[in-house]
């Protein structure tokens, strides 16, 4: 078994489009480095001039008028309260402040990293996934397949061990990347924002973030391989993993409010963040008569997202190892 894995580790390498996939990893994390700097640059000149112009229009304004608009705002919550005692306009902070409705704050390691990790543990994901599949699916276009199971007949080791050689291949290039993305984002707040707050407890999540993000993408790219050998072409792979995120995730979720917590790619978000949370609209008449729709906020737990992924895992890995098992593979 172990000498089978390291053959398909070599045969997983040798492939042009890892090579390919891993390079596009690369530059992926640099674009998402570089998106991380234009998140954090300060402010040009001419851009904080006219900030500054704007917010000095707005105070003058408040000067005036500030205290009226309080009154009116504790008003109009007053009569909202009535049918939703939990409304709360926020009154008192509704005076323009230089640096949070104004200016541009300065970032934070934690804040940043998190929101970069979270976005570049997607695009690698889907880049295993990508990885996993053309590995095998290549072998069926090829004919490579029905040649290797000549030597090897055991299906199930086959198959065993591409599972294995995707999975493990994929650890020292996200590590390697994953440091490079930690070094990236602590060098572009130590010099545009602060990294003084960085707490040990801080460091500790994003350390566990980081171990989901790798478990992500190696649980992504046997994925792949699974996908890959039942339907034997990259190409169908790919349609169908693009045609899930536009139709379902892009186009009608905002239809399937209620089925929110069986899609994917909320169910990632609370792998990755440990827990997550998503809106629905709750609509209804209020006592005055007005039909009123408001965002309410739901929690979706990481127990329920583990549980949801690890078994659409062994279902889609369990019913390919079925179908390989017993399907004529020319």
């Not at 300060?42 to 001039?49: C, E, I, V, W, Y």
């Not at 290797?148 to 061990?161: A, D, G, H, K, Q």
């Not at 209620?258 to 169910?267: D, E, H, M, S, V």
């Amino acid at each position: 078994m172990r000498r089978l894995t390291k053959v398909e580790l070599r045969r997983l390498f040798s492939r042009r489009l890892t090579a390919g996939a891993l390079l596009g990893a690369v530059v992926v994390t640099g674009m998402i480095l570089l998106g991380a700097y234009q998140q954090a640059k300060p402010l040009s000149g001419q851009q904080l001039a006219f900030q500054r112009a704007q917010f000095d229009q707005a105070h003058q304004n408040w000067a005036l008028n500030g205290a009226q608009q309080v009154k009116d705002c504790v008003k109009q919550q007053a009569i909202i309260q009535k049918s939703d005692p939990k409304a709360d306009f926020h009154c008192n902070d509704m005076e323009p402040k230089w640096g949070v409705n104004w200016g541009k704050p300065k970032v934070t390691f934690d804040d940043l990293m998190h929101s970069t990790l979270l976005n570049w543990s997607y695009l690698m994901a889907f880049i295993a996934f990508l990885i996993g599949a053309g590995f095998v699916a290549s072998e069926f276009s090829s004919g490579s397949m029905g040649n290797w199971l000549t030597f090897e007949p055991r299906r199930m080791r086959v198959y065993s061990t591409k599972l294995a050689a995707a999975g493990l291949g994929l650890i020292p290039a996200t590590l390697t990347l994953l440091g490079l993305l930690f070094g990236g984002v602590w060098l572009i707040t130590a010099r545009y924002g602060s990294t003084a707050g960085t707490t040990g407890k801080m460091w500790n999540d994003l350390g566990l973030m980081s171990a989901r993000s790798l478990v992500l993408a190696v649980v992504a790219a046997t994925v792949g391989v699974a996908m890959g050998t039942l339907l034997r072409h990259t190409a169908a792979v790919i349609g169908i993993a693009m045609g899930y995120l536009i139709l379902i995730e892009a186009i009608f979720s905002h239809l399937l409010q209620n089925q929110q917590p069986w899609l994917l790619r909320l169910n990632m978000d609370g792998w990755l963040q440990h827990g997550t949370k998503y809106y629905i609209q709750s609509c209804k008449t209020d006592s005055q008569g007005q039909y009123r729709c408001d965002g309410v906020e739901k929690l979706l737990g990481f127990g329920h997202s583990s549980t949801y992924l690890g078994l659409l895992v062994v279902l889609v890995v369990g019913i390919t190892a079925m179908v390989f098992q017993r399907r004529d593979v020319n």
